[in-house]
């Protein structure tokens, strides 16, 4: 998640206020933004498109099913398997695209520090090249480089960045998989309650769907809007674009459903 520093740059720039964008940029802000980095929405894209995909998916399910004109309590069965076996397999696929994504940073900065320490050469001439192409020219430039050079941890910083565009994360594969397990189970068991609820109460078995479909539609949309957090969009858009998603994706089952309950 930015900074809120960064968040009142992009307001600014959106209103066109060059007050708030002159705020935005002074120099005490940019300073503690800089040096105080904040970690507490790490995992606000896990968070938020592992609810996502909880939601979407189990009410496609639900709606494929409906369609078919199963039970209720197949319904039920078929919504359960898939919210918890989709949620397992997204986790894992978290963990493991995440884990894989760190293993690689971290042998390209071995590889990295290695150069540094025993060809720093053939490194400084690397980064001469670099900075030469920005713009900058000697002396300037010798400058610069003594500047970047002079401590090994940002020397190896400077390289991951200009030299192989990888921007270092301070990221726990582990919580992010339990993020995205806990986001998509967590939402996506809400179209499954209407049919939770008729059990416990009779009187609303004739609504089941209809219910359900009311429930996912205000989730969807919330959580949809959720992803401005993520993208930038301004809430309402983010909520409506993930609403048609999600009506795409559940009418496409409810058809595929439909169909196949007639064959059957």
Sequence with gaps: MSSERVEDAREAYRKKDLEISKKAHEQARIKEDIYHKRAQGEYIGDLVYGALDGI???????????????????????????????????????????????????????????????????????????????????????????????????????????????????????????????????????????FVLSFLQPSLSRSEFQNSLILTALTIFIVGSARSLVTGKKWYIAGVEMSIVGAIAAGAAYVVGLLLGRIA
């Design 56 to 194: 979407v998916t189990t009410f496609a399910v639900v709606a494929g099913a409906t369609g078919a004109s199963l039970s209720p309590g197949i319904v039920l069965i078929l919504g359960f398997v898939n919210l918890l076996g989709d949620g397992v397999a997204m986790a894992l696929g978290n963990y493991l695209s995440s884990k894989s994504e760190s293993e690689y940073r971290a042998a390209e900065r071995a590889r990295e520090e290695w150069e540094i320490k025993n060809i720093p050469e053939g490194e400084r001439e690397e980064l001469k090249q670099i900075y030469s192409k920005k713009g900058f020219e000697d002396p300037l430039l010798e400058q610069v480089i003594d500047v970047l050079t002079s401590d090994e941890e940002r020397w190896a910083d400077t390289m991951m960045l200009e030299e192989l565009n990888i921007v270092s994360e301070y990221k726990s594969p582990v919580k992010g998989a339990v993020a995205t397990f806990v986001a998509f189970v967590g939402v996506g068991i809400v179209p499954l309650l209407a």
